[in-house]
């Protein structure tokens, strides 16, 4: 019914902010006048709320996903390990980074899907459940700092900031990777001897569509990230994708938009909703110390989503260049310790959730099963 339509769509995570949003600019339009609220909004940067919904989509789609599958499976057959533990390895690693350049909500699909295929679908333990959960989750939450435009929290800020590819691969990247790595190493080195006696079951077939569409998939998705802070060009390119997607729909699946659209609704709330916070933030994250504004970035992050952290921060003027350093490291840091700390993650969660028995996934085991890889960035982002 319409009624039970509306309440599942009120009980996801990324309607909060929009709805806000929305309150605010009636609000405004009636103390202010309809004028005003047009004026306000026309004041306002909307690139990234819409390039996010162009980039989702089009990395969500089967041919990209599949690419990425092949790309994971094909590097762990390369090492000399095991196979079960090579691929879980590979898939955290590789999946993780990937999410740089496909975003970190395409990232999290293609990586929860594989997890789930091969492992979370067998009798794994609970610790073992929890504990890639949890590595999951931060490891996509920081392989997303590579560049500046796949990891929300950092895409909200780094236009404002004049934050380049370079600087991300220099202050952020190095060390997500390096993160990202000892934390999937640790976690299979955990569950060693359960992993190695795992029988894996390999996919039937790679791609279900023809490498050429895949290949035009690819070229649409490095265009749009080419000219991502160019609205009218990266919006042209996804019309032209609408239209190959249409031509080729029988190589397709049904276009994955309710995520795309969720997130961006999400973004955009925080826009409309960012300007206005400066008054009880400034005084906040002027802290004189980078080291407490880095672990109240981290704890804060597991209450409110790291995209609306950072974007808050970027209404701060004359933040110091260490202090928006702590905010956005802490911010990717923590975004593994709730559902709600990164906006990839409700991606994940619904995914792997029924492989977490009648009652689903435990908040508070998530919590358990993060903190290990949440520790092992934080000293990676912190210490080098």
Not at 54 to 76: C, D, H, K, Q, Y
Not at 125 to 134: H, V
Not at 197 to 210: M, N, Q, R
């Amino acid at each position: 019914t319409i009624a039970e339509n509306a309440l599942h769509l009120l009980g996801e995570v990324e309607v909060v902010f929009g709805l806000w949003a929305g309150i605010y600019l009636v609000a405004l339009s009636l103390t202010e006048g309809p004028a005003q609220s047009i004026a306000y909004l026309e004041q306002l940067r909307f690139v990234e709320p819409v390039f996010v919904f162009v980039i989702m989509t089009v990395a969500a789609t089967r041919p990209v996903l599949e690419w990425a599958g092949f790309l994971i499976s094909l590097i762990a057959r390369a090492l000399p390990l095991p196979a079960s533990i090579s691929f879980y390895v590979v898939t955290l690693v590789v999946g993780s980074l990937l999410g740089s350049l496909i975003t970190e909500p395409a990232a999290m699909t293609v990586t929860a899907l594989l997890l789930l295929e091969r492992y979370f679908h067998q009798k794994m333990s609970w610790q073992f459940r929890y504990l890639t959960l949890g590595t999951l989750f931060v490891c996509v939450s920081i392989g997303g700092t590579l560049t500046p435009f796949a990891a929300p929290p950092v895409l909200m800020v780094a236009g404002v900031w004049q934050w380049d590819l370079a600087h991300m691969l220099t202050h952020f990247g190095w060390k997500g990777a390096l993160a990202v790595v000892i934390s999937s190493g640790v976690a299979a080195g955990l569950f060693f001897k359960e992993l190695k006696g795992l029988a894996i079951v390999p996919k039937k077939k790679s791609f279900t569509s023809p490498l050429w569409v895949g290949l035009v998939h690819i070229l649409f998705l490095m265009g749009i990230v080419v000219f991502h802070q160019k609205m009218v060009v990266f919006t042209g390119l996804f019309l032209f994708f609408l239209g190959f997607v249409t031509v080729t729909q029988e190589y397709q699946e049904e276009l994955k938009l309710k995520q795309a659209l969720l997130v961006a609704f999400f973004l955009g709330g925080l826009v409309v909703l960012g300007p206005p916070q400066r008054w009880w933030l400034e005084p906040l994250l002027a802290a004189p110390n980078p080291g407490a504004l880095y672990l109240g970035a981290i704890g804060l992050t597991a209450i409110v989503d790291n995209a609306a952290l950072t974007y808050l921060g970027a209404q701060v003027p004359g933040l110091s260049e260490m202090s928006k350093y702590a905010l956005v490291a802490g911010a990717v840091v923590g975004g593994g310790l709730t559902v709600i700390a990164n906006a990839p993650n409700p991606a994940g969660y619904s995914i792997l959730n029924s492989s977490f028995g009648k009652e689903g996934i435990s908040a508070l085991k998530l919590l358990g099963g993060a903190l290990l890889p949440t520790g092992i960035a934080a000293l990676c982002f912190w210490v080098f």
